[in-house]
């Protein structure tokens, strides 16, 4: 049974930092590509990072670029997302997922894309 657990989530103020980890368990997690994903109330799920199976492959949206990193530890099966000078706008669930993909150098960004899916956790980012 595969399972995507994130943690890390939590309230924090505007400039502030938080470390969102997602273990994985269940599959073998260097075959995929990992992702990190938010959705905030009435809005669509938007990627945020996403990161290639052999972790040479980052990609973060121009929302979060020079603020947030995405890393990954294959031998742990974990993964990270590092967010730095959090804005009320990043507030959000967020949710770590992987996909299979092909190359081991590049992550699809589409949401659709990624088969297994965390619960989420929130974070809550006060101005």
């Known amino acids: 049974q595969v399972q995507l657990v994130e943690s890390g989530g939590g309230l924090v103020q505007a400039g502030g930092s938080l470390r969102l980890s997602c273990a994985a368990s269940?599959?073998?997690?260097?075959?995929?590509?990992m992702g990190w994903f938010r959705q905030a109330p009435g809005k669509e799920r938007e990627f945020v990072a996403v990161?290639?199976?052999?972790?040479?492959?980052?990609t973060h949206s121009n929302s979060v670029k020079g603020r947030f990193t995405i890393s990954r530890d294959n031998a742990k099966s974990t993964a990270s997302l590092q967010m730095n000078l959090l804005r009320p706008e990043d507030t959000a669930v967020y949710y770590c997922?992987?996909?299979?993909?092909?190359?081991?150098?590049?992550?699809?960004?589409?949401?659709?894309?990624?088969?297994?899916w965390g619960q989420g956790t929130q974070v809550t980012v006060s101005s």
């Open positions: 990161i290639s199976k052999n972790g040479i492959g980052a």
């Open positions: 269940g599959l073998t997690f260097s075959s995929y590509a």
């Open positions: 997922a992987l996909g299979l993909t092909r190359s081991p150098y590049s992550a699809t960004t589409r949401p659709s894309d990624y088969e297994y």
